[in-house]
């Protein structure tokens, strides 16, 4: 069923091809919220290991795959590790006023903050005090209060106090300007992730990334705790700092997937700068053929409210248009008032904005910068041919077996939105392609022979009403055999003999 004009959506479209991630939190506890999620369009749910402890995200692991199996719908997890978070010491009473043009000392011994003068401010990583340097900036509160270093001596840190305001106990503290000097990925995050491994999770995301150098650390610790020389778990790198987006290119090649993490972004740079900085990194993730993710504030306002703002609509809409393969929802759905209603809202402004984009023929990231190559893969390999072939024969869709998800994620980089229905005997594979844009995956029992694809597809897309009678699909056939060939990919119509 098609739109009938492109500002309408499909509501019988099944293949929607924006992942929607849920984070989990107090607001979405229980089997009962966990599944109304799932039922309006969440399709993949992340652990912040910041808050709760392992015992508390393993019996939310526990009912959401309960939940899963239920409604037989594979979900996703992402657990995401919290990394080295900078925090002020205890604070007294209800907190300390900071006063514009205030000296103030950062001291490493300080373990309560009091209302004194001069005040004297204790943080929760001492040592990064060794880091700033004078003219450097120091924020507090997501940027609310903000200081600049003026000397440093005897391991203290003078400040003056630039924008006042009341600080409290365990508030953030952000050093955008100071190269620290912290190992990754942290004690708590090797613990975190060796438990997400034994868990089985799908995806990890490091948190505080600035090299490609903390990707590989962490992909050596994943190693390692496996046992068996093999990365379990995919990692998702979380761009938020200003040495991530000078290292982007390196950390895309390292990591299997971004997020484009706007709240620390915004803090730690210009929050003018965020939005092309967004773009620019949704171009190189396109380009690389790998995920992205846009997370941050999407539909804030419905913390509180039932119905997003029309900003936030066309803030999740546009980066659908740009080709984000997920958008995510954090305090929305972890402490907001209608987490459901907050799903349900991203579920119809993707599918809007998805159906809007087939009908008026728009190609996904069409106005950012040019890409390095126009297909994916090396020309004359299966999945260039395979997209070439799509797009000259006007198919419905591509069915592929995907033992690994490596050919349905390079399928899903395709731009002229054409759903991918992705074949893998592997639970864990299929959990994991639902971050792949306009994919939707399939667990079978055994891959089908390659001369049993043509017949095994038509009767996939013809169970989900993806096509009929006299439309075309490009079928892919098995993985290569050992000696590196398989068939060229075929266009069958359907209802037809051959």
């Known amino acids: 069923m098609v739109a009938e004009h492109p500002f309408q959506f499909d509501e019988c479209n099944e293949h929607f091809r924006t992942a929607i991630i849920a984070t989990l939190g107090p607001a979405s506890s229980g089997p009962d919220v966990l599944g109304r999620l799932v039922d309006a369009g969440a399709s993949m749910f992340r652990l912040n290991f910041s808050h709760g402890t392992l015992e508390e995200h393993g019996q939310t692991l526990k009912e959401l795959r309960a939940v899963s199996h239920e409604r037989d719908v594979p979900v996703a997890v992402l657990g995401d590790l919290s990394g080295p978070k900078i925090r002020l010491v205890k604070v007294e009473g209800d907190g300390v006023e900071l006063q514009e043009g205030m000296d ?10 009091l209302q004194e003068e001069p005040t004297r401010l204790g943080c929760s990583l001492p040592r990064v005090l060794e ?11 997501d940027g609310h209060v903000r ?21 409290s106990t365990h508030k953030g503290i952000n050093l955008p300007d100071s190269g620290l000097m912290i190992d990754m990925p942290t004690e708590a995050d090797r613990a975190c992730a060796a438990w997400a491994i034994e868990q089985g999770l799908d995806w990890l995301a490091m948190s505080f990334v600035r090299t490609a150098a903390d990707i590989e650390s962490l992909d050596a ?41 706007r709240g620390d972004l915004g803090v730690e740079l210009d929050f003018a700068q965020v939005p092309a900085i967004q773009k620019h990194l ?37 980066s659908i248009f740009d080709g984000a393969d997920g958008v995510m929802l954090s305090g929305e759905t972890a402490v907001g008032q209608y987490p459901v209603e907050a799903v349900a809202a991203m579920n119809r402004i993707t599918r809007a904005t998805e159906t809007s984009m087939r009908t008026m023929h728009l190609e996904s990231g069409g106005d950012l910068e040019a890409p390095r190559c126009e297909l994916p893969g090396a020309p004359g390999s299966p999945v260039h041919m395979a997209w070439t072939m799509a797009r000259e024969s006007n ?39 639902l971050l792949y844009r306009g994919v939707t995956p399939v667990q079978v029992d055994s891959m ?51």
Not at 223 to 239: E, H, N, Q
């Open 221 to 261: 610790h994943l190693r390692v705790c496996a046992g068996s020389g093999k990365r379990l778990i995919p990692i998702i790198a979380k761009m938020e700092v200003p040495s991530a987006i000078e290292h982007a290119a390196s950390i895309i090649d390292a990591a299997d997937a971004i997020m484009v993490a």
């Open 282 to 318: 949704l171009s190189l993730c396109r380009d690389a053929g790998i995920p992205c993710v846009i997370a941050t504030q999407m539909l804030q306002s419905m913390i509180e409210s039932p119905t997003p703002t029309r900003a936030e609509a066309s803030d999740v809409a546009n």
């Open 395 to 433: 198919v419905r869709c591509i069915v592929v077996p995907s033992s690994s998800g490596r050919r349905a994620r390079l399928l899903s980089r395709n731009n002229f939105l054409l759903p991918v229905l992705a074949l893998s005997p592997e639970e864990r594979v299929v959990r994991r392609m």
């Open 448 to 498: 089908p022979a390659a001369e049993d694809m043509v017949e095994t597809a038509e009767r996939l897309v013809r169970d989900r009403g993806w096509a009929v009678d006299g439309d075309s699909i490009l079928v892919m056939a098995d993985e290569p055999g050992p000696d590196g060939s398989e068939p060229d990919p075929v266009v069958h119509r359907l209802g037809s003999e051959g």
């Open 104 to 113: 103030v000392i950062f001291d490493p011994t300080c373990t309560l903050v």
């Open 131 to 141: 880091s700033i340097e004078p003219g450097q900036r120091v924020l507090i509160d």
């Open 147 to 167: 200081l600049r270093a003026t000397g440093c001596s005897n391991g203290c840190v003078q400040c003056s106090v630039e924008t006042g305001g009341r600080i």
